[in-house]
């Protein structure tokens, strides 16, 4: 068990539809980190967040939105959904985003686009 | 963009034999290259990683090889056993422009180890 909570662990909607996948990142981890994983495209990195802020961004459509709480939990959003949304979505999350300390990953949430 | 490529996509090996997966990538400013494994159902766990100042790193039946001039490494599983099926990713880490670590991974070699 990595300590990374990840709800709902499946997701399935339909095309224009918007869905928020949220993750709980293990005690003491401040860094958030959101990955896409698909099988042509392999993990993607989409989005970190450090302490509620946001740290970093890298393949993220502008459908796609996250935030970090106050209690570093961290929200990814999904609105006007098509086909090709329908991937594992990973959340990971390490203690800083600056240290050698490994991102730990949590099991994903399945989303299929129906 | 940043890239790390990955080979080969799918591998079969018999119990006892040596699992081999390779990976190059462009940037040099990576500085650690870390192996994740995942199994159905789960997300990616790290297995074992080295930096570029070292050209091994053995942990139990994982070894990775680096070479840093190449700019190749690839992770060894010796005696593979019908446990160690599942994905392999290997990855490297950068510096992001707001100067925290970002992984790029590969994606993604299937392994199945038959009895």
């Known amino acids: 068990d990595s300590g990374v909570t990840q709800t709902p662990k499946h997701l399935i909607t339909a095309t224009g539809q918007r869905v928020t996948l949220r993750c709980s990142p293990r005690s003491g981890d401040l860094s958030v980190y959101w990955y896409q994983q698909s099988l042509d495209q392999g993990l993607q990195f989409l989005i970190q967040y450090y302490n509620g802020e946001e740290r970093a961004k890298g393949n993220i459509l502008e459908r796609f939105s996250a935030q970090q709480f106050p209690d570093l939990h961290s929200e990814l959003n999904l609105s006007s959904l098509e086909l090709g949304d329908s991937a594992l979505y990973f959340c990971?999350?390490?203690?800083?985003?600056?240290?050698?300390?490994?991102?730990?990953f949590g099991d994903g949430t399945r989303l299929s686009i129906l | 963009q940043q890239q790390v490529k990955q080979s080969p996509q799918s591998l079969i090996v018999q119990k006892g034999g040596i699992s081999i997966i390779n990976c190059a990538y462009e940037n040099t400013a990576f500085d650690y290259f870390p192996w994740y494994q995942q199994f159905p159902g789960k997300g990616p766990a790290l297995l074992i990683a080295i930096r570029p100042d070292v050209s091994e790193k053995k942990e139990g039946r994982f070894t990775i090889s680096f070479n840093k001039s190449a700019k190749q490494f690839s992770l060894h599983i010796m005696d593979s056993q019908p446990g160690d099926s599942a994905t392999y990713f290997c990855?490297?880490?950068?510096?992001?422009?707001?100067?925290?670590?970002?992984?790029?991974f590969g994606k993604g070699t299937k392994l199945s180890v038959i009895p």
């Open positions: 990971a999350s390490s203690p800083d985003g600056y240290s050698n300390q490994p991102q730990h």
């Open positions: 990855a490297a880490r950068g510096v992001s422009g707001a100067g925290s670590y970002q992984l790029t």
